[in-house]
């Protein structure tokens, strides 16, 4: 059973371009939770997903950042006009939803690093 | 706001030494715990967990008691190995905050053969 999986690994990008990053939940998970580490930080919330779904995304910045998990394919944050402040690992966690409150487990991809020239 | 605070790395130890990373919170309610471990170039894994005060999590030779009384989540481990290198996150989860992780700023460990 494969894990969460987050592509690119890495990604860089010049000030002004775009950056996706995508997350494909784990198998059978329908809750989808994006973080941000920045340099010798601990991870922090940006926003959680449902098919379709935006259910909490207090942790995003207002402008320039975007979320989507769509009924079919992965998740995908989108960054426009990137800064040299956006440069962390952006990492990804999948749930399976509908369970008490205590066993609903995040299970970890291994991060998108993403760099800002 | 809820917080957590961890003990700032890096820890440096010999292999089988005892080791004990230190982490408090800040909260409103009954939060659950966790300590989720990060190994290098990997994403971060579950490693235990608390619901409730005076649980003990356990895993790997890992235990972390919930103290309410002193709003801690200490994670000890009797025998360190090498392989028990990593950063190692401390993070708690409120119902009424959804089912987001408010995590630690992480410990990094290095055990040393």
């Known amino acids: 059973n494969a894990g969460v999986m987050q592509n690119p690994r890495h990604l860089v990008r010049r000030r002004g371009q775009e950056a996706r990053l995508r997350c494909s939940p784990m198998k059978g998970h329908s809750h989808v939770y994006w973080y941000r580490q920045l340099p010798e930080e601990g991870l922090k919330f940006m926003v959680y997903l449902q098919k379709e779904n935006i259910i909490d995304e207090s942790g995003m910045p207002k402008e320039r950042f975007s979320a989507e998990f769509p009924k079919e394919g992965p998740s995908i944050l989108r960054i426009q006009q990137v800064v040299r402040g956006d440069s962390a690992a952006y990492f990804c966690?999948?749930?399976?939803?509908?369970?008490?409150?205590?066993?609903?487990?995040?299970?970890f991809g291994p991060g998108t690093r993403l760099t800002v020239l | 706001g809820d917080s957590v605070t961890q003990m700032e790395g890096p820890v440096t130890l010999s292999e089988e030494a005892f080791l004990t990373i230190n982490c408090t919170y800040t909260?409103?309610?009954?939060?659950?715990l966790f300590w989720y471990v990060q190994y290098p170039g990997e994403g971060l894994q579950l490693l235990l967990k608390a619901t409730k005060a005076d649980d003990k999590g356990s895993n790997k030779g890992f235990e972390a008691t919930y103290r309410k009384e002193t709003t801690s989540f200490h994670l000890e481990k009797g025998s360190v190995q090498v392989s028990d290198s990593a950063v190692y996150f401390c993070?708690?989860?409120?119902?009424?905050?959804?089912?987001?992780?408010?995590f630690g700023g992480g410990t990094r460990v290095l055990v040393k053969p």
């Open positions: 909260a409103t309610g009954y939060p659950s």
């Open positions: 966690a999948s749930s399976r939803g509908g369970t008490s409150f205590g066993t609903d487990t995040q299970y």
């Open positions: 993070a708690l989860r409120k119902r009424a905050a959804g089912n987001k992780l408010t």
